[in-house]
């Protein structure tokens, strides 16, 4: 009889491998939840019994759609919205990044909207970041950059990489929503998001609708009490850590009485138009001045997506960690799956780039969590589900690893 060691995070206890791309089966599906506990269990990709991931499935669907019918659908949605009066028309959330810079651009300059962008700061800035944003805002767009209470945001930073090994979490929650808390404030009801997050194997029905499920940015009957971030309570928050209540209010879901009453309905780009992320770059080189970083992405083989943050690598850092699920895997199953790069061609390049360790923005971002480094390898060491890994002579090794199978 096999060992069998425990899986953390309610992960699948077998490590499957996708049979098209190079994901495995332990990818979670990114479910942003305002009650974010330590235990809960995550519900992860969906494989099928030809052993092919959900979003290898869409991408082959893709391929069956009729993008100009689509097309034609937008247009429609843009006529319905379009303003007159040389106000706002719509709200575009993002960084900069090629796919905002790409969704503000061509809805702007190509179909005549005139949308309002607006931004939730990264953590850090990194210098090629904040050069793409700028660059983003003098290809002609407005922007409002908001920026959190940095105070706070730290402190929920650290909370969330101490409990979830996830520092990203806070800032995901603020992202999402910052785009319709801009409807509500500015009385804006369309909002264009870029692609869906499904494409890459969260709920696969997801994609057949061009509306986000609004009933994520609102909870009726939440109180701030439900509230978990950085897995702690809202409760705990305020008592132990002396965050005031109002300094909660950009993490909280929004009034569903003033959604609905502005009418808020927020769309994905990718619904209608068909979306590649190289082709979002391409385009955004030539239109908004978006430029790549010179090296590589710790961590991948990439150079143009999530440059902007220099706590990105970390982040990519803990799914390894966690889930066994670099960087690298993230970038080659997209490009697989876009045709850019074949499977083998993208085992060797996880093989090659997926465990590496993000060492170039490593001792400012533990500054910014205020931990120390002795601290952030027992948390680290801790978040090893032992059914992914094992140690050898010292060395930590995943159990069934791509290049094994
Ligand atoms: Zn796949």
Redesign the pocket.
Known sequence: MTEVFEAKYGLPQDVKY?K??V?SNQRPSSVIEFKNKPSDKKPTINFDDDG??S??RYADVKKSIDWNAREKNLIELCDKYRSRDGSYDCIVPGSGGKDSAFTAHVLKYKYGMNPLTVTWSPHVYTDIGWRNFRSWIDSGLDNILYSPNGKLHRLLTRLAFENLVHPFQPFIIGQRLVGPRFSMLYNIPLVFYGENQAEYGNNITENESPKMDMSFFYNSSMDVCDLYLGGVSATNLIDKYNVNINDLNPYMPLDVEKLKSVGTEVHYLGYYLKWDPQECFYYAAENTGFITNPERTEGSYSKYSSIDDKIDPLHYFTTYIKFGIGRATYDA?QEI?NGKINREEGAALVKRFDSEFPSKYFHEILDYMDITEEQFWKIIDAARSPHLWKKENDEWMLRHALWNE
């Open positions: 996708c098209a791309c994901i092919v991931c979003a290898c199953s799956r």
